[in-house]
């Protein structure tokens, strides 16, 4: 979230899904991780309310995060807008978030899957290269 705001992601980087929508949506992705220098897609993002917004991020062990393999995976957070960054604005998606020398690392693995604010995140499976995830809004 921070790297899309300082502007280290562009906006095509980041794909955000529209809940406004009444019925079940249904979306799959191929997320790059945050950590690797390319133009794939980084960020999922669903908005909740006016002000909140969970985001999705693949975490691997690359560039300037290096912790050891196990650690890898999907992160999921939620960003509260309202809130300054010593407020608490972000808060991990999970009952047990994992830190991974001094990174936060993914709290989701492969076969892994979450349900908050009526979204249900599932980690799909993983390449060298990319995440696969999907994402059921409603």
């Known amino acids: 979230w921070t790297r899309w705001l300082i502007g280290w992601l562009k906006d095509n980087q980041v794909h955000c899904i529209n809940k406004e929508n009444p019925r079940t949506l249904v979306t799959t992705h191929e997320l790059s991780?945050?950590?690797?220098?390319?133009?794939?897609?980084?960020?999922?993002?669903?908005?909740?309310?006016a002000n909140k917004i969970v985001v999705i991020e693949s975490r691997r062990n690359a560039g300037m995060d290096t912790f050891d393999s196990k650690y890898e995976g999907l992160v999921a957070y939620l960003v509260d807008t309202s809130k300054g960054m010593d407020q608490g604005a972000i808060t991990m998606l999970s009952d047990t978030p994992k830190m991974a020398e001094g990174s936060i690392?993914?709290?989701?693995?492969?076969?892994?899957?979450?349900e908050k604010y009526g979204i249900t995140i599932k980690y799909l499976s993983k390449n060298d290269t990319f995440d696969y995830v999907q994402v059921i809004v409603g």
Not at 33 to 49: G, T
Not at 105 to 114: E, F, I, Y
């Open 33 to 49: 991780p945050v950590e690797v220098n390319d133009s794939n897609l980084k960020m999922i993002a669903v908005p909740i309310d």
């Open 105 to 114: 690392a993914g709290n989701l693995t492969v076969g892994g899957s979450l």
